[in-house]
């Protein structure tokens, strides 16, 4: 079974701050792990994708990591500005599976 | 690439009505998923097509909700008779060729039951 977990559920930052949000999953066997953003009433949209190979992923002022041994990765976000702020997910699939298991999110808000 | 389309964006119904939700998935995506996001909680997978064939429909609740995906295409998503519970987003998404290929949502059809 697989559990995924986000902490902090919730972040509240100055403009410009670099910041890590932190998911952890259960079953180490996984092929790969998405993040996603979701702004307020809106759909999902992807950030990055991690195949179980990298170790890392890296799109302009965001970089995910992906550490399957300890059962985590990590998004981070470079200089963070106030369009940022959103829900930011992580899912990583049900062992043997297309089915993905979804944190319940970070909620980031970037003040100015 | 055109993107993931649902319609419609929001849809609020009284109790024991039925509504239905409509998915046009990514061109040439094989794999198409029904998600339910309750307010404050991650989605949850409710079906998987594979093509028009069902993958897995384990998390439906098949008393009230039924999906099709005629022809390997679109997909309708059905509640009948809603509950006040079915308060969610409900999400579609599709992937060229299932997880290792990572998958794209729609924007997601906000329902109110009242």
């Known amino acids: 079974k697989q559990e995924v977990t986000q902490i902090p559920a919730a972040l509240s930052v100055p403009e410009g701050e670099n910041l890590v949000l932190n998911c952890s999953f259960t079953d180490s066997a996984i092929y790969n792990l998405q993040w996603f953003r979701q702004d307020p009433g809106k759909g999902l949209t992807s950030l990055l994708l991690i195949q179980s190979s990298q170790r890392e992923q890296t799109s302009g002022r965001l970089n995910a990591s992906l550490d399957k041994s300890s059962g985590r990765s990590t998004l981070y976000i470079a200089a963070s500005q106030p369009g940022d702020s959103a829900t930011y997910l992580c899912?990583?699939?049900?062992?043997?599976?297309?089915?993905?298991?979804f944190g319940t999110g970070t909620r980031l808000q970037v003040f100015p | 690439e055109a993107g993931v389309a649902q319609s419609p964006r929001y849809k609020i119904i009284e109790k024991r009505q039925s509504v239905a939700f409509w998915c046009n998935p990514i061109s040439g995506h094989a794999t198409l998923y029904w998600y339910q996001q309750i307010l404050g909680q991650g989605p949850k997978l409710l079906i998987q097509?594979?093509?028009?064939?069902?993958?897995?429909d384990s998390q439906l609740p098949k008393d009230r909700f039924s999906a099709e995906r005629l022809k390997g295409v679109d997909s309708t998503l059905k509640i009948q008779p809603a509950k006040l519970e079915d308060s969610a987003v409900y999400l579609c998404a599709s992937s060229r060729g299932g997880g290792p290929y990572g998958y794209t949502f729609g924007s997601g059809t906000r329902l109110t039951v009242v």
């Open positions: 899912a990583a699939p049900l062992a043997n599976t297309d089915k993905l298991i």
């Open positions: 097509f594979q093509n028009n064939g069902v993958v897995d």
